[in-house]
């Protein structure tokens, strides 16, 4: 333990002094002349990202949390004393005059293309942008998504901030803990999973490059919607139907519950004849577990043992 603290301690001290570093930023190549100290996360799992990567002394605040979500008790604890710069999407304005040297946030995370807070327009103030890698479909191609997506975040940012002997453990750390969690599943026969976020007259649910595709996979299912050449979009009630699920996933956030969401597909006649709703296959997941971050791995567990009793 003493030789491990020792070099950890070593790596600290030689990455620390390692910079400039420059990272892959979606289609980007940024360069950082030394660890920015004024950090802006934006969302609840971008936010987590950067604490348990132990930044919460780099960061000057947070944008986009309370307009949609609700803190739970770790989350509150994690960013006691950081303002909340704003409740939604954050302005040029706002982001200008918090005076931040850093931003990381993603397309539809906070950015939105052709919007006015771009990588572009925060670049004359001396804003640097790091894009969250699920959000690069946005402005271009990329894999499925997958858990490298979210390991590889956590990788950049640990060289961003000059901390990479902690991403590395992290990311490691979670590697066997998934290896653990997913041993024993059977993926002869993936399980055909569709996942609800919200909308009664269309629901709103995850493509081929949303990270509940890769959290599904990882757990011995599929997404019936991975054809689907989006991220999260809104589509029609018929192919869930004609693609029969046997379990539906339920993003709870927002004002309407994830037992709403359960009872609207129960009481509703259209779904009777959906696998899911005939057995009461249902699993909840917390935005935070849903959407990349350190979570992620606990919504694999969730999954694991709502596909097949573990």
Known sequence: MIRLSLFALLMSATTAAAFPVTVKSCD????????????????????????????????????????????????????????????????????????????????????????????????????QTYELT??????????????????????????????????????????????????????????????????????????????PTALIEAAGGTNIMNDLEKSWAEIGWEPVVERNPEVVVIVNYGDVTAEQKIAFMKESPAFASIDAVKNDRFVVLEYVEATPGPRNINAVEKLVAGFWGN
């Not at 919460?56 to 949609?68: A, Q």
């Not at 609700?70 to 409740?87: Q, S």
């Not at 999973?193 to 081929?208: H, M, Q």
């Open 134 to 211: 699920e959000s690069c479909i946005h402005i271009g191609p990329k894999a499925k998504s997958s858990m490298d997506d979210m390991y590889n975040d956590i990788l950049n940012l640990g060289i961003i901030f000059g901390v990479e002997a902690k991403a590395a453990e992290l990311v490691a750390g979670w590697k066997e803990r998934l290896a653990g969690a997913t041993a024993g599943v059977d993926r002869s026969a993936p399980l055909r999973v569709f996942v609800y976020d919200s909308g009664e007259e269309a629901p709103f649910t995850a493509g081929a490059y949303a990270m």
């Open 28 to 127: 980007r190549e940024v360069t950082f002349d030394a660890a920015p100290t004024r950090a802006i996360s934006h969302d609840v799992n971008l936010t987590e990202m950067m604490l348990v990567l132990g930044l919460r002394d780099s960061m000057i605040g947070y944008t986009g949390i309370s307009g949609w979500k609700t803190l739970d008790a770790e989350m509150r604890a994690g960013v006691a004393e950081l303002p909340e710069l704003a409740a939604r999407y954050p302005t040029k304005e706002v982001m200008a005059g918090a005076e931040p040297d850093f931003f990381f946030a993603g397309w539809n995370y906070g950015m939105k293309v052709g919007g006015e807070v771009t990588p572009d327009t925060l670049e004359p103030f001396g804003i």
